[in-house]
């Protein structure tokens, strides 16, 4: 069904408002997102004559179309959970740490292999912390990380890794945001958008830094990494935690101890492979995801069943555990579809927006700057990056057509990296507790510790954000080539100079109480 939109004025911005403070307030995307769809088919059928039954309706099919025009976003996530499960139960993961094990011999060698691992395992954060996790655990503690640190290193390279990589799950996320008849496809605009995703940068930075500097931390981190050293990994006064993550990946027969390094390495790099080939020949971004997909998946089948790594019918119980898995992730996309939908076919919302941008006296140049403080506290508040695409970037991207259409880029970058922000740092987020179950952590220590590392972070990128708006008249290359060395060097020199600070701040109690 064709739907006329209508201009509801004041009223049009009322779904994202609901939905935002709801989120806030009950800390539940779905139910929120719900919520805000009812409340914009609510105003769009009253104001077509449609009257209550269209509110349901109305929601209803918007659903439907707007899941079927991204069925090849749903097919993707769908294997790639299945692929997550299939990789993690034959075993690969194991060989591959106990591959690295021989080649670990301290603290700086250990860190540093686990971010490694967290680079490699791109294409969703889940299977990136679970196997990270898993495997990484007995080589840090062998090596006298603390479980602080280690959580920090899986949490930092599981979703700022894979908002950077065009053949992961945040990809396909990002992109099915993207008008179909925008002179920029949803793909073109994520790539363009990775070098100027700061947040996703500075913070993998940051995790090697630390992983190289064995005495640069700071806050909280300093004091678990000093207690590590004396070989108590784990924080005194913590209950043991039982390691569910072992149990999600256990294999169910010891075959998947024959488990080689490749058996990880071949499937990602084949999902890779045949993702960037069919884009390279000009298929849909989604269907290429989907087709890369199930290409390895089926690598996969060919790698481990002819050798007894899985039988056949253990392979496809898993295919069936993994999509299982996604369940989640493609409800809150399925709902931030529709409700971007609701605001910008039917309620014109970004329109009047855009239009009360135009008529305020606010600088265009911060517009970066506000989307990205707006995602950050979205996402950290609701501990979700991908509910927080679904109402942010829609707006973002008519705003910007209208008022700044040479900062389009710039501010998907900058909402991005706010909703990586969340994701990576809030309590709530299902990333940040599964990082500390991974680690066999507690949430609060790992909350604790990792928090003042994400807010250096989030600050540096605030003014880098402002300098990419002030500099956006220059043309974007040339923005990225002075905001991004000017935010790696102020972040260098502000991980620099704190530790310092704390270490002179103890000297000068010390004399005091001295004196």
């Not at 301290?106 to 294409?123: D, E």
């Not at 043991?240 to 169910?252: L, N, V």
């Not at 002030?470 to 790696?488: D, E, K, M």
Request: glycine letters at 6%.
């Amino acid at each position: 069904m064709d739907f006329a939109p209508v201009e509801a004025g004041i009223l049009s911005i009322l779904p994202p408002i609901i939905a935002i403070a709801l989120a806030l307030i009950t800390k539940e995307v779905i139910f929120s997102l719900i919520i805000g769809i009812l409340s914009g088919t609510a105003i769009y059928s009253f104001s077509t004559g449609m009257g209550a039954l269209g509110i349901i309706t109305t929601a209803l099919e918007l659903m439907v179309s707007r899941v079927g025009a991204n069925a090849e976003m749903v097919i993707f996530l769908v294997m790639l959970g299945s692929l997550t499960a299939v990789i993690s139960i034959a075993g690969g993961s194991r060989a591959y740490g106990l591959r690295a094990s021989a080649r670990i011999k301290n603290g700086r060698s250990a860190g540093l292999a686990a971010s490694f691992l967290g680079l490699i395992l791109f294409i969703d954060d889940y299977f990136s912390i679970i196997t990270a996790g898993t495997v990484m655990r007995p080589l840090t503690d062998r090596n006298k990380i603390s479980r602080e640190k280690l959580a920090y290193i899986i949490n930092t390279t599981a979703a700022p890794v894979c908002i950077i990589v065009p053949v992961s799950s945040y990809a396909a996320s990002v992109i099915s945001y993207f008008p179909e008849h925008s002179s920029l496809s949803g793909m073109q605009a994520f790539l363009s958008s990775i070098p100027m995703n700061l947040y996703a940068l500075l913070s993998i930075f940051m995790v090697f830094w630390f992983s190289v500097r064995q005495k640069g931390d700071y806050g909280p981190m300093a004091k678990a990494e000093s207690r590590a050293e004396t070989g108590q990994v784990s924080p005194p006064s913590s209950e043991e935690i039982s390691d569910e993550i072992t149990k999600i990946i256990k294999p169910e027969t010891d075959n998947a101890k024959k488990g080689l390094a490749l058996d990880m390495l071949v499937p990602v790099f084949v999902l890779a492979a045949v993702s960037i080939i069919a884009m390279i020949k000009n298929t849909d971004a989604g269907l290429s995801l989907a087709m890369g997909a199930f290409v390895s998946l089926l690598s996969a089948f060919i790698l481990y069943v002819p050798r007894r790594l899985m039988k056949v019918k253990h392979f496809f119980s898993s295919v069936t555990a993994g999509a299982k898995t996604m369940v989640p992730a493609i409800i809150i996309l399925s709902l931030a579809w529709t409700i971007a939908h609701v605001c910008r076919d039917l309620l014109s919302t970004s329109l009047y927006i855009a239009g009360l941008a135009l008529q305020s006296n606010l600088p265009i140049a911060l517009i970066p700057a506000i989307m990205f403080l707006t995602a950050c506290v979205l996402s950290f508040a609701t501990g979700t990056s991908w509910g927080t695409f679904g109402i942010i970037i829609p707006i973002t991207l008519d705003v910007c057509n209208m008022a700044a259409p040479e900062l389009t880029i710039t501010a998907l970058s900058a909402v991005l990296a706010g909703s990586i922000f969340g994701d990576h740092s809030s309590p709530i987020s299902d990333c940040t507790i599964l990082s500390s179950t991974g680690a066999q952590c507690p949430h609060i220590a790992h909350v604790s510790s990792q928090l003042p590392y994400a807010l250096t972070a989030g600050s540096v990128c605030l003014a880098g954000y402002v300098i990419a708006g002030l500099t956006s008249s220059l043309g974007y290359a040339a923005s990225v080539a002075i905001t991004l060395p000017f935010s790696i060097v102020l972040l260098a020199i502000v991980m620099l100079i704190i530790p310092k600070i704390k270490i002179k701040s103890h000297r000068m109690s010390t004399n005091y109480h001295e004196l």
